[in-house]
């Protein structure tokens, strides 16, 4: 008896220990290693540059790769399942400090390293006051109880609408409705009269257009 439950507990212990584990995904649509394996640990396979709140991932390898950027509350904020590109970039959706999980799946044994990185204020500095692209940052936090930030950045001025629409498209909140100069903005979303669930916020300038996903939690 005593042996049987010895059993069952080590039993439950490695099923336990890689649901804790944050890995690249080649496999799913969730990251993490829940596809067809999980990967081998090697250090130094993994190197990372941080620029604002771009980090830059390079793998040591020539085949495809893929990566997740962690927060430090164990959220994924980042992912890329699957790229030729080396490296590539994931973007943080805000200052702290993230691990970095990236590898590959071929050539066999796949492998994958962490690694941390931190980014500061001083390391982001002031958002560009004349950017020279398009887009939409992720919002921060994101899950997000009852308000996050969402942040922007326009090449040239044109009129600008930021709204806010629930799972079904129904509008539930409109941030920007005018003409924005040139820059980088903020915005404040606040939920405190919405229902948990899945939103999406749409960004529009010009002929450009650009939607991302955030998640209320109550």
Known sequence: MKYTILLLVIGIFLIIIPINISQPDFNGSNPGCDGSGCHTLEDGLVSVEATGLDVAITVNTTSTVAGELVDASGTVVAVNNSTGNNPFTLTAPGPGVYTVNAGFKNPNPRRWDSVVVNISLTN??????????????????????PSTTIRYSIPEASFTTLIV???????????VNETKSAGTFEVIFDAKNLSSGIYYYTLQSGSITETKKMILTK
Do not use: C, M
């Open 165 to 175: 629409y629930d799972a079904l498209g129904n509008e539930v909140s409109s941030l």
């Open 124 to 145: 982001i500095g002031e958002y560009p006051s004349n950017p020279t692209v398009f887009k939409l940052y992720d919002n921060y936090p994101n899950p997000f109880n």
